[in-house]
């Protein structure tokens, strides 16, 4: 019971800033919270640390005197589910939601990604024609369209990789960390006008044989 408490309170922190695609621009609010790293996590008696899923630590962020904790980093702590229905504009935390969502903390089926293009990514960012699309949550920061989504491929990551890489020096990107192989690929770009982060992963459960590729944008 303790646990699905912790995990629908963060879950209600997170659904006041996430949405899908075209719903997003009207439901997101842009504001001025504070970074709280001096806070230190302790989940059944040991020291947890959050973190995104290239090993990135995540801080709790502080706003109006509550304080909110990254829902799936605090989930997978509580062996718990989280999955984000972006069809719906819902988290799912625990067993499976009504439509039919099986809470797997797995990569999604491949049947079950439906998502579109995410509206604020520039329409000639490249997605491989194979790309099934899935947590989607779009809206702004620093004054800049933001987007971050997943999603499911075959193509060939180092030819998919180097097309990335082609794509952000035209846009004139003067900081790179950029590694490309058969088996994966991690870039990070920034410029003046953009930001830029992608990391792959295998696929797991349903989604084995697929590579999980993973965007975080900012810019035009």
Do not use: C, H
């Not at 920061?141 to 990551?157: C, D, H, I, R, W």
């Amino acid at each position: 019971m303790k646990k699905k408490i912790i995990a629908a309170a963060v879950a209600a922190a997170l659904t006041l800033t996430a949405s899908a695609g075209v719903y997003a621009g009207a439901n997101l609010k842009e504001i001025r919270a504070t970074l709280n790293s001096g806070l230190s996590l302790v989940v059944n008696g040991k020291t947890y640390t959050p973190k995104d899923a290239n090993g990135k630590t995540l801080a709790p962020i502080t706003y109006n005197g509550t304080t909110y904790l990254p829902v799936r980093s605090i989930g997978e702590a509580l062996n718990t589910s989280v999955n984000y229905d972006a069809a719906n504009s819902r988290v799912v935390i625990g067993g499976a939601a009504a439509s039919g969502n099986s809470g797997n903390t797995g990569s999604p089926s491949p049947s079950s990604t439906s998502v579109k293009r995410p509206s604020l990514l520039p329409q000639d960012f490249p997605l491989p024609s194979d790309a099934k699309i899935f947590d989607v949550v779009q809206g702004t920061t620093t004054g800049k369209p933001a987007v971050t989504f997943s999603y499911l491929t075959k193509q060939n990551l180092e030819t998919l990789g180097n097309q990335y890489k082609q794509y952000f020096e035209k846009k004139g990107a003067s900081s790179k960390s950029e590694e490309v192989s058969a088996s994966a690929f991690t870039i990070v770009d920034s410029s003046s006008t953009f930001n830029v982060s992608l990391t792959t992963s295998p696929g797991t459960g349903s989604s084995q044989g697929y590579t999980v590729v993973e965007v975080i944008w900012s810019g035009k």
